[in-house]
Nanobody, 126 residues
Framework: QVQLVESGGGLVQAGNSLRLSCAAS????????MGWFRQAPGQRREFVAT????????DYGNSVRGRFTISRDKAKNALYLRMNNLKPEDTAVYYC???????????????????WGRGTQVTVSP
C-alpha cells in the first residue's frame, strides 16, 4: 500500500494560481496511473485530472480543462496539479489517488484507484 500526502492548498483570490503536490511513499508509483479528484461541501467527489504511468497522456474534467495541468516526477515519486485562473467554484478538498501497481492507464473512474491521500483544502474567494 502506498501513502499519499497532498500539500499546497490554501486560500486564494479568483484569477490566481496554486500548485498542489502529492508525495508518495511505501511503494514506487512510477508504473501506476495517478489522478486528482475533488469534493466540495455537500457534493459528490469529482474527477479533476489523470495521468498515465509514462506521463505522456493526460485527461481532464470539463470544468478544469485548459486551466489545470497535471504532471508527475517519477524520480521523486510525486504528482502535481498546477491550477491557473482559479474560480470560486474550484473550492473543494483536493485528493491525490493512485491506481495499483502496473495499472498504468489513466482513468477518470475513481473506483479504479486503490490508494488515496487525505486531501488538501483549496478555497477560492471572489
Amino acid at each position: 500500500q502506498v501513502q499519499l500526502v497532498e500539500s499546497g492548498g490554501g486560500l486564494v483570490q479568483a484569477g490566481n494560481s496554486l500548485r498542489l503536490s502529492c508525495a508518495a511513499s511505501g511503494r514506487n508509483v512510477s508504473n501506476s496511473a495517478m489522478g486528482w479528484f475533488r469534493q466540495a461541501p455537500g457534493q459528490r467527489r469529482e474527477f479533476v485530472a489523470t495521468i498515465n504511468w509514462g506521463g505522456d497522456y493526460t485527461d481532464y474534467g470539463n470544468s478544469v480543462r485548459g486551466r489545470f495541468t497535471i504532471s508527475r516526477d517519477k524520480a521523486k515519486n510525486a504528482l502535481y496539479l498546477r491550477m491557473n485562473n482559479l474560480k470560486p467554484e474550484d473550492t473543494a478538498v483536493y485528493y491525490c489517488a493512485a491506481r495499483r501497481a502496473s495499472s498504468g492507464v489513466a482513468s477518470a473512474d475513481e473506483s479504479l484507484y486503490v490508494d488515496w491521500g487525505r486531501g488538501t483544502q483549496v478555497t477560492v474567494s471572489p
